[in-house]
Nanobody
Framework: QVQLVESGGGLVQPGGSLRLSCAASGFTFSNYGMSWYRQTPGKERELVAGISRAFSITSYADSVKGRFTISRDNAKSTVYLQMNSLKSEDTAVYFC??????WGQGTQVTVSA
């Protein structure tokens, strides 16, 4: 059974940091490119960052470039999203995705004073 379980969300002040984790199981993690998406009410899900299955090549949305870092640990079947210099507009539910095929349940990130 495929599972993607996100964790690490919460409430943080503007300028603060959070690290999201997504633990995968039920499939061969190292064979999949991994991505983080986010969604706010009434809007489409937005691609935030991606990391390839080979060589860990990364890509980012312009809105988070220089502030967010995606990484993966194939030994732990886990992908991470380090989020620094958070802004109120980063508030969203963040989802983990495997290969465009599998989704996690999401974790809420709220940036507010």
């Amino acid at each position: 059974q495929v599972q993607l379980v996100e964790s690490g969300g919460g409430l943080v002040q503007p300028g603060g940091s959070l690290r999201l984790s997504c633990a995968a199981s039920g499939f061969t993690f190292s064979n999949y490119g991994m991505s983080w998406y986010r969604q706010t009410p009434g809007k489409e899900r937005e691609l935030v960052a991606g990391i390839s299955r080979a060589f860990s090549i990364t890509s980012y949305a312009d809105s988070v470039k220089g502030r967010f870092t995606i990484s993966r640990d194939n030994a732990k079947s886990t992908v991470y999203l380090q989020m620094n210099s958070l802004k109120s507009e980063d508030t969203a539910v963040y989802f983990c995705n495997a290969g465009g095929r599998y989704w996690g349940q999401g974790t809420q990130v709220t940036v507010s004073a």
